[in-house]
């Protein structure tokens, strides 16, 4: 076996192909379906619940606070379960890493259902989201193996859209169950979403990477390669523009359902609507970013990307401080700010997995981890500064993006061009 090629200091993009010849267009099409379908697992793990919070606490004789650390449990097995499967795909592949997430996912699904206390339920999570963060690291990995050039941001864009829809989906879905059956209901949902998971991955995910590709020196040398990628300064800047980017975009879907209902007064199938609505912002950017991306380089969309969030933010923080509490101001910066971050996540993406294109697995690793640390950093953080005005949520948020961009000029460093060859020529 040969090691990939190793992770560049510089920024510098080593001309890498594609492991295999990119697949035919239908089966691009199933891929591509399946790998998002494995993106969207976290987020409707995270929120199809969360409806069910009250009678969970009943039926297992459980503080709120309790409920609460089924959440925290789960999003520490998502971050680790990255940190984890992605360098070991590297040495191992990824189809049966991915096998194996799936009839985790499930099995630990149907723990969660069967948990007689909450202290069972806080484990079986943990499991859950250790072994569904599988399918989310190796998605991105997958693609990074099996494409190049322009199809790269495309489908880093439709990864991205995906995670703009789950955590709008899952809610409603989780309402629905239980409006007919009991919150452990939730549980066997997802257990049958972790069977149908795992046939999609056994029929349509062959292997993306072949033995002579995978690092040499086993598991260790993987995670030397994430060493490495920690010391690779442009690929950090997209990491941590990723990061604080996923922190505005946790602040705002922790606060903002408190923000339109208690301070604004609306019903919660409005709060629906405006969350929907504020969805479709990040969908459309991620179709406009899927476009441009063939026009444009990708760091010049990265720039208007938190560029336009952090605007959004800014302007939220202005109007609150200046004319106070509005409905349609509110919303309408906040939708600003998720198309902005809509631009952001598949333009970090691409960039960051072209860097680190010598170890996938690693680079996704890192990304995904920390994109979740600080988004579960930030969540709770809205709560903390105040219950009579949106401003803490929005500002919050505004710090978050000004991080990132920091972390885009003194990091990254766009002007340089680091990570844009493969990117966009395939070379």
Known sequence: MVAPSPAPRSGTVPPVAASDPAPAPKRAAALITVLGALTAVAPLATDMYVPGFPSMGDSLHATSSSVQLTMTA??????????????????????????????????????CALAPNVQMLVGARFLQGLTGAAGMVLARAVITDRFHGPDIPRYFAVLSQILGVAPVVAPVLGGVILAVS?????????????????????????????????????????????????????FMGYVCVLGFSGAALFAYISGSSFVFENLHGVSSTTYSLIFATNAVGMLLAGAVFARLSRRLPLNTLLVAGVGVAALGALAQVLLVAGAGETLAGTWICLFVTMSGIGMVFPATMSLGQTLGRGAPGAASALMGGFQFTFGAIASPLVGLFGADSSLPMAFIMLIALAGAGLSLAVLARPWRGDGEVTARSGT
């Open 182 to 234: 009991t919150w452990q209901a939730v549980f066997v949902v997802l257990a049958v979403i972790g069977i149908a998971l795992l046939l999609s991955v056994l029929v349509a995910v062959p292997e993306s990477l072949p033995v002579e590709r995978r690092a040499a020196g086993g598991v260790a040398a993987s995670f030397r390669a994430m060493g490495a990628l920690l010391g690779n300064r442009a």
């Open 74 to 111: 789960f999003l520490a097995g998502l971050v680790f379960g990255q940190l984890l499967f992605g360098p070991l795909s590297d040495s191992l592949g990824r189809r049966r890493l991915l096998i194996s997430g799936a009839v985790g996912f499930t099995v630990f699904s149907v723990l």
